[in-house]
């Protein structure tokens, strides 16, 4: 079975300052893995996702993530942060890309920033 | 890029009514649709896979003569809160996907029961 490990529940950090959300993950076969989120009182948008390739993927809004396999990670980055970053983020894997593959979610970490 | 419908965004009615939430995808036929809650501060969790023209798919622990989906078309899944009580009160999201994208999630709606 697949799992995702959402460490940190609440990460506080000031304007400007770089953010590093971690995600762990515990599967058995490869997956695909994504960062979704969610603003408040909204659904979840796909912000990356790594299904093959380069192991460092970027959304257009400065997040990075970085798929490492040894230590079966995947953690959002973003070097400096604004106040519109402030939301949910989840991490989630799911085994294929097909209608049959169910999303298994971390248990999210909410991003607040601070003026 | 794709859109995914759900209606209402907020419904609020009393203890023992049914309420029904639309989920449409508007740019693409989705094969597959899902149905998740969303409690307070905590993840999403999966209640039911829904493939178009077959029963939908439940996940341990959901009652599937409490929360009918009925997924006539490739285009329209729904979900219907039957006899729905104060615990029913969620955050209900629906994500539609096809075999060439990922899953496409709505924006959500917040169900009160009072």
């Known amino acids: 079975a697949q799992s995702v490990t959402q460490l940190d529940s609440q990460v506080p950090v000031f304007e400007e300052a770089p953010v590093e959300l971690r995600c762990n993950y515990s599967?058995?076969?490869?997956?695909?893995l994504f960062w979704y989120v969610q603003y408040p009182n909204q659904g979840l948008q796909l912000l990356l996702k790594y299904l093959s390739g380069s192991t460092l993927v970027e959304s257009i809004n400065g997040f990075e993530a970085e798929f490492n396999k040894s230590q079966t990670s995947f953690h959002l980055r973003k070097p400096s942060v604004h106040i519109s970053d402030t939301a949910e983020y989840f991490c989630a894997v799911t085994l294929t890309y097909s209608s049959a593959s169910k999303i298994i979610f971390g248990s999210g970490t909410r991003l607040s920033i601070r003026p | 890029g794709a859109v995914v419908s759900q209606h209402p965004s907020r419904v609020i009615c009393k203890s023992g009514t049914s309420v029904k939430i639309e989920c449409r995808s508007l740019d693409f036929q989705a094969t597959t649709m899902f149905w998740y809650r969303q409690f307070p501060k905590k993840s999403l969790m999966l209640m039911a896979t829904s493939n178009e023209g077959s029963k939908a798919t439940y996940e341990q622990g959901v009652e599937k003569d409490k929360f009918l989906i009925n997924h006539a078309s490739l285009t329209l899944s729904t979900l219907t809160v039957t006899s729905a009580h104060p615990e029913d009160s969620s955050f209900y999201i629906c994500s539609a996907m096809t075999s060439d994208q990922p899953q496409h999630f709505g924006d959500g709606t917040r169900l009160s029961i009072l």
């Open positions: 599967s058995s076969v490869s997956v695909y």
